[in-house]
Nanobody, 115 residues
Framework: QVQLVESGGELVQAGGSLRLSCAAS????????MDWYRQTPGKQREWVGR???????NYADFTKGRFTISQDNAKNTMYLQMNSLKPEDTAVYYC?????????WGQGTQVTVSS
């Protein structure tokens, strides 16, 4: 079992920055990759990016260099640094952990970008 808790979401003005955190606990050593997703009402959950156990990252095209994923293994925490935020980045952001064929999700954190 893996437990994930996101934090850091808040209201920010367009052009601003936020750093989201995803704290993992439980069977952390079994995690292969961790992902960030986001979701707005009425839309499907959208993949933002991922980081592997070895630190290799991949991003969705829409991030266009604005978002950076990192991890602090000592703190069992993954981060999503978001810069140059746009109103269309408004969403609930979720982190997910992949353990073999099982995917674990956090509860989400709300990011609101005002124009």
């Amino acid at each position: 079992q893996v437990q994930l808790v996101e934090s850091g979401g808040e209201l920010v003005q367009a052009g601003g920055s936020l750093r989201l955190s995803c704290a993992a606990s439980g069977n952390i050593g079994s995690i292969n990759v961790m992902d960030w997703y986001r979701q707005t009402p009425g839309k499907q959950r959208e993949w933002v990016g991922r980081i592997s156990k070895s630190g290799v990252t991949n991003y969705a095209d829409f991030t266009k260099g604005r978002f950076t994923i990192s991890q602090d293994n000592a703190k069992n925490t993954m981060y999503l640094q978001m810069n140059s935020l746009k109103p269309e980045d408004t969403a609930v952001y979720y982190c997910a952990a992949q353990v073999l064929l099982q995917r674990y999700w956090g509860q989400g954190t709300q990011v609101t970008v005002s124009s």
